[in-house]
């Protein structure tokens, strides 16, 4: 076979002649570049000069539809890719369907989901913004053409004011809904602190509030009061019951028996206590347990409904009609000099040591114009010795419950832990009248 020898002359004449070729392909290239948008033909003319030098800008991508119907196949992840360009967004679109999607790893083909809102998450603003020269006035100066590497952009003849910064668009309204959800931040302990105080802070003021009325207790003064009898919760327990006595709490109904010679009718309520012990000269001391009220007449007894409670309600307790409460409204006691004078009866409940919301009992009462919201201080007079300590402020009292002779208050500061009965008592603020 005859070899045939190529020359270096001739090699170099061929690369120049692809040389060649290839130069006069560019034009045809550059001429089809489509990552260049067309001019807008639509707009007035412009300086042909820099339209020429400088192309058009591209064009915003599409905006993202309000809803998406699920596909077989198709998964929460595979949808945040196709729309949000991001498959770690897919709990966005969890939360913007949960009361479509049960589980956020189970969809079904057929269910429309709903994307609108998360636009703005799949679409962020161009860094830059380049604002177009103002229209050439006759008689100005000649510009300057831009060099090839400047980008301009086309001016909009639907702006106002071409010198005008665009502004930011203002933040989406906040959500009126307040559940949570498995993607939401759980508030830290000091933050649900807060939050409960802010609520107590913003409370109106009260001297005295109904439940404290209730739950005081007070001393019979040796009256008979009408006394029925509590014969025990009506609803079968669900475990039986190691003691014969059935227990009752808020929301229960339980049974009582009227006294002799009274009735009581549908609506009326019923306060619910024990008697303690009797203090010579004073009667029994009442303890309150809770409120219930009448929902149905029997022929030997009626039903009713705890309604409040203050302690453990059982068969054998007794029943009482329940005194009306006064709501004072939000008047404050005001000073007092030189204020009514008595002496510690005794304390509701027995304790080694005072403590602050105790029930104790004084011997003033409605008689001597004592009325609920009235501050008294149980003092240690001073014992007039040389060298001893001068009068000291044992605990602060609010009257919550009034009788004739006596009133039951409610321990609200502590000087000294020792109340003992005899201590004096005096009137440092009294209510209007």
């Not at 198709?74 to 890719?81: C, G, P, V, Y």
Request: a negative charge.
């Amino acid at each position: 076979m005859r070899r045939t020898t190529i020359c270096r002359s001739e090699r170099a004449a061929l690369l120049a002649l692809v040389a060649g070729l290839l130069a006069g392909l560019a034009p045809a290239v550059a001429a089809q570049d489509t990552t260049q948008a067309r001019p807008d033909t639509s707009q007035p003319a412009q300086d042909t000069s820099q339209a020429a030098a400088a192309p058009a800008a591209q064009a915003p991508p599409g905006q993202i539809p309000a809803t998406h119907v699920v596909t077989a196949g198709e998964t929460l992840w595979s949808i945040a890719q196709l729309y949000y360009s991001d498959p770690l967004l897919w709990p966005e679109i969890y939360r913007l369907n949960t009361s479509l999607i049960d589980d956020p790893h189970w969809i079904y083909p057929g269910e429309e989901l709903s994307l609108a809102p998360a636009v703005s998450v799949a679409q962020a603003p161009p860094e830059t913004t380049t604002v177009a020269p103002p229209p050439e006035v006759p008689g100005d100066t000649v510009h300057a053409a831009p060099s090839p590497d400047t980008v301009a952009v086309a001016p909009d003849t639907t702006a106002l004011d071409t010198a005008q910064v665009v502004e930011e668009p203002p933040p989406p309204p906040e959500p009126t809904e307040t559940y949570e959800t498995m993607f939401d931040r759980r508030r830290t302990a000091s933050q649900q602190v807060r939050d409960v105080l802010r609520a107590y802070a913003n409370q109106p003021y009260r001297p005295l509030r109904r439940g404290e009325f209730y739950a005081a207790g007070f001393l019979t003064e040796g009256e008979r009061l009408p006394y029925g009898r509590v014969l025990g919760n009506t609803a079968v327990p669900a475990i039986p019951r190691l003691t014969e006595r059935s227990t009752a709490i808020t929301f229960d109904q339980i049974a009582v028996q009227p006294p002799r010679n009274a009735s009581y009718h549908v609506g009326d309520s019923l306060l619910v206590v024990r008697v303690d012990r009797d203090i010579a000269g004073w009667g029994g001391v009442v303890v309150p347990l809770g409120v219930a009220r009448v929902t149905e007449l029997q022929r030997r007894q009626v039903l009713a409904d705890v309604i409040m409670q203050f302690g453990r309600i059982h068969d054998g307790h007794l029943a009482l009609p329940l005194e009306p409460f006064k709501d004072p409204g939000q008047v404050r006691p005001t000073p007092v000099d030189q204020g009514l004078e008595g002496f510690v009866i005794a304390e509701r409940d027995l304790h080694v040591l005072t403590g602050p919301q105790q029930i104790v009992f004084i011997n003033r009462g409605r008689a001597e114009g004592v009325t609920p919201g009235d501050l008294f201080e149980v003092f240690r007079p001073a014992s007039g010795l040389p060298g001893s300590s001068s009068e000291q402020i044992q605990v602060v009292l609010e009257i919550v419950h009034t009788r004739d002779h006596s009133a039951s208050g409610l321990i609200l500061a502590i000087g000294h832990p020792n109340l003992v009965p005899g201590m004096p008592v005096r009137l440092i603020r009294k209510m209007p009248s």
